[in-house]
């Protein structure tokens, strides 16, 4: 059993209903081209350091598929039911909020937008 997040590097006029559409079209493989988001880029680099990606099938992953899902502008992620995954969201979260992304979780059709200000 596992579940799906996605960070999504959006402007903010983000809500749920572009995040969605983003998540979809992303999710599609419909990938925009060009430069990468510099917070795409750092996000998953401190996440895949704390949970690697590479080898697939390391001991206590919380990853259900390798490596995970990037694009310039997002970055989907498959994880477990396990406690390894809660401290993958808690810090998905962490990393999200700290580079400014939106948390679109598809199973519930929610959307985290950071705060703005």
């Known amino acids: 059993m596992s579940f799906d997040l996605a960070v999504l590097a959006m402007d903010d006029a ?7 559409a983003m998540f ?9 081209e ?11 680099e401190r ?3 704390r949970f690697p990606d590479h080898p697939p099938g390391a001991a ?4 259900m598929s390798t490596p995970l899902a990037v694009g310039i502008d997002h970055v989907i992620m498959s994880l477990s039911f396990s406690p390894m995954s809660d401290a993958a ?11 400014r992304l939106v948390i679109w979780d598809p199973q ?3 959307a985290s937008v950071p705060r703005r200000g």
Request: contains cysteine.
């Open 14 to 20: 983000a809500d749920a209903a572009t995040a969605r």
């Open 24 to 32: 979809e079209r992303c999710a599609s493989g419909a990938h925009d």
């Open 34 to 44: 060009g430069e990468l988001d510099e917070r795409i880029v750092g996000f998953y």
């Open 47 to 49: 996440v895949r350091s």
């Open 60 to 63: 206590g992953s919380p990853w």
């Open 89 to 99: 969201v808690e810090a998905i979260e962490g990393l999200a909020a700290e580079f």
């Open 108 to 110: 519930a059709q929610a």
